[in-house]
């Protein structure tokens, strides 16, 4: 199992001196890396889709970028970042990418799942790489503006040119990840790791916090202190199990009603036998096959959800709490 991690000194940003980084899609990841690397010293350019359908062109030209088609611009590239929706990525890379990758560029990405799942397959005189600030795009950015950097991952699947793990390090650097530090994995590992994330830590906090909410405004509680307790009581007690750790927090920090509250209730919650049959399913390729399938048929499961959530009783008590009491 890899567990090396780079910091800044370990890291020579001068690999990328006399290259050219094209930046695949100007969206959440796209703009905030592609400012943060030319920050850096790095020459950056954007590929970007149709003009008259999409946004990135005009608004990587505003940021003073030069913006080519995703053809030319890896025509033109060293190293192509691809910072696409992972289900846009396959055909994009069939139409634009693949036939115009110079042999010895190195292409990037920032999620391993269409290369584990055979969507993508790289030719065989390119590197493959990876890498990924593990943060939305604007706390990438934010966190570079303030002098410090979100810790990321990289890997290597195919190695070339004997240096792409020098590369790969040089794009994190420039995005300043590892100002904090980035650790070696396997696009296997993080790829599944961030599927099962989402699904389970993400998916599953959310469905709690809908869930207490829930449970305390059908017993009578008033809807405002019920969204209080099942978001605002979570968002600030996370930063400091953060910061000092978990056990740190329930010993020295919390109450002793809360340190046995967690201890004796907390487990009951969590359904293991449910968790881990989602990672069965995450390693078996089930939920890529899925979501690719969603993604495919227009999405209609999520438009239905979105448009379901939207108008749920949480989401307008949430609008009206943020009004009132904001950022508080």
């Known amino acids: 199992m890899l567990n090396q991690v780079y910091r800044d000194e370990d890291v ?17 990841q796209g703009r905030p890396q592609a400012l943060c690397m030319r920050d850096s010293g790095v020459k950056v350019i954007i590929g970007a889709g149709a ?7 005009d608004a990587a030209e505003q940021d003073g970028f030069e913006v080519y088609d995703f053809a030319e611009a890896t025509r033109r590239a060293d190293v192509i970042h691809v910072l696409l ?29 269409n290369v584990l799942y055979g969507a993508i397959q790289p030719p065989k005189d390119v590197n493959v790489v990876l890498f990924v600030p593990n943060a939305p795009g604007h706390l990438v950015r934010e ?13 290597v699947d195919q190695d070339v040119t004997g240096d792409a793990m020098k590369i790969v390090l040089a794009l994190a650097k420039a995005v300043g990840s590892t100002r904090v530090g980035v650790v070696e994995v396997e696009f ?42 099942s978001i605002r009581s979570l968002r600030s007690v996370i930063d400091v199990m953060d910061e000092i750790g978990i056990e740190a927090y329930i010993s020295e920090r919390s109450s002793r009603t809360c340190e046995f509250a ?40 999520l438009h239905r959800m979105r448009r379901t959530w939207k108008k749920s009783l949480m989401e307008k008590v949430g609008h009206e709490w943020r009004k009132l009491f904001g950022g508080g």
Request: hydrophobic fraction near 40%; glycine fraction near 10%.
């Open 262 to 301: 967690v201890r004796m209730s907390g487990p009951r919650v969590i359904n293991r036998a449910e968790i881990e049959k989602i990672f069965e399913e995450t390693i078996r390729g089930d939920f890529a096959a899925a979501w690719m399938t969603e993604w495919q048929l227009g999405m209609f499961h």
């Open 85 to 113: 929706a992972d289900p846009a990525q396959p055909s994009v890379y069939k139409e634009s990418i693949h036939k115009n990758l110079k042999s010895g560029s190195t292409l990037s990405f920032a999620h391993g799942f």
């Open 143 to 155: 966190k570079y503006l303030a002098g410090s950097g979100i810790y990321g991952a990289v890997a």
């Open 188 to 229: 296997d590992s993080e790829t599944e790791g961030d599927n099962f994330e989402e699904q389970v830590l993400y998916g599953g906090t959310i469905a709690l916090m809908r869930a207490v909410f829930d449970v305390m405004v059908q017993n009578g509680y008033p809807p405002y202190f019920a969204y209080a307790k």
């Open 51 to 57: 003009r008259d359908q999409f946004p990135d062109w």
């Open 12 to 28: 020579d940003l001068s690999v990328l001196k006399n290259k050219v980084v094209a930046i695949l899609g100007y969206g959440i």
